[in-house]
């Protein structure tokens, strides 16, 4: 991949333009967006709490349905996503996060014990 690969994957705060990134124009209004605040522009959809849509969104369970019509979701998404194996070399500490979150995630299902560092609940 080309020494562009960075700019070229957008973080989602570029693709839906929603300005709650770290400096963004609503920053104001409702904080910095956890997905700006974690690094994790490429995973946002496994984040609770995100503000998407201009409001604050919920669990990951409940944002299920709209994250997956999302543009950042269908490029990203690490097994579905049509850059998910790119995301993984070119971010790969904003990768570990993300495996962490979807361990801690099996983890809390199946009733592990677990400390967790982003909510998806
Ligand atoms: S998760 Fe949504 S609201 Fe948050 S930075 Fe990304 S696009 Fe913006």
Not at 13 to 36: D, M, P, Y
Not at 98 to 121: F, P, W
Request: hydrophobic share 25%.
């Amino acid at each position: 991949m080309s020494k562009n690969s960075k700019m070229i994957l957008k973080n989602c705060w570029e693709i839906n333009r929603c300005e709650r990134h770290t400096s963004g124009k609503k920053v104001h209004e409702l904080g910095e967006c956890i997905a700006s605040k974690e690094g994790m522009g490429h995973s946002c959809w496994a984040i609770a709490g995100t503000l998407c849509g201009d409001e604050v969104q919920g669990s990951v369970g409940k944002k299920h349905t709209s994250c997956s019509k999302c543009e950042v979701y269908n490029l990203y998404h690490r097994t579905a996503g049509t850059h998910g194996q790119l995301i993984k070399e070119i971010f790969p500490a904003e990768n570990t996060k993300y495996r962490q979150i979807i361990l801690d995630k099996i983890h809390q299902i199946s009733g592990i014990n677990n400390n967790n560092s982003l909510s998806t609940s």
